[in-house]
């Protein structure tokens, strides 16, 4: 029972950073100001020869694209004043990936939330097995895995980016339609410098929001320490 008890816990302590990250993956991703702030910091229309209105609707369907159930995403655009395709099949196939990924990371999130409430609910309010103390310390030590994820990938990233993120898509995708000429659409829509930005970004957001949570539990085990000190004075004084 034990071992079991044990098991649960170090799960509820993983599905925190899990939550977290997963969470602003997925906000990233559905954020329509992520994919204009592309667009205007990395200068799309000069880069690609399309219409800032043109490159805002098309990011508009991508960003609906990596919420919807189509398998491909098939966009035209104005260019050199004529009618194109955004992406070449390349591309497509590589957004075909890129929207499985995000699949896998909103099934992982999910599970993690779910978890989470259920270890909360099961263990602390039917259960009544443990403390409220106790469920800090997990979650203190949830939040302090997660800025140490977050810490050490950002020393990596900052050390190497470039490397670091092929060596990502080499890990993660099967194929190589990840890679691409300059010329791409795809690439010049979210350059390197794009991806570092989000990164850093991520990081900040589950950084603040690990540290919150960090708090939060430091505060009650704080302020619940003297009273947790007292109650055991009784059963040390009858050791003795």
Request: net charge neutral; glycine share 4%; aromatic share 12%.
């Amino acid at each position: 029972m034990a071992a079991v008890r044990g098991i649960a816990t170090a799960l509820f302590i993983l599905s925190i950073p899990l939550a977290l990250i997963g969470t602003n993956v997925r906000f990233l991703a559905s954020e329509q100001r992520v994919y204009v702030y592309a667009i205007d910091q990395y200068n799309t229309p000069a880069r690609t020869g399309i219409s800032h209105s043109e490159l805002v609707q098309a990011s508009t369907d991508l960003r609906n694209y990596f919420n919807n159930d189509a398998e491909y995403f098939f966009a035209r655009v104005t260019q050199g004043g004529k009618e194109v395709s955004l992406f070449n099949e390349r591309e497509t196939l590589h957004l075909h990936d890129i929207k499985g990924l995000f699949h896998w990371v909103n099934v992982i999130q999910e599970i993690a939330i779910i978890y989470a409430m259920a270890y909360v609910i099961g263990v602390f309010v039917w259960a009544r097995e443990r403390s409220l103390r106790t469920l800090a310390a997990h979650t203190l030590s949830g939040s302090l895995l997660t800025i140490g994820i977050v810490v050490v990938l950002a020393v990596f990233a900052l050390a190497g980016f470039d490397r670091i993120f092929e060596q990502f898509h080499h890990i993660v995708f099967k194929n190589n339609y990840w890679q691409m000429r300059a010329t791409d659409h795809l690439v010049q829509m979210f350059p390197d410098g794009f991806w570092f930005d989000m990164t850093m970004f991520l990081g900040i957001l589950t950084l603040a929001e690990a540290a919150i949570l960090s708090v939060a539990a430091t505060v009650h085990l704080t302020v619940t320490w003297r009273a947790h000190k007292h109650a055991l004075l009784p059963s040390q004084q009858a050791a003795h």
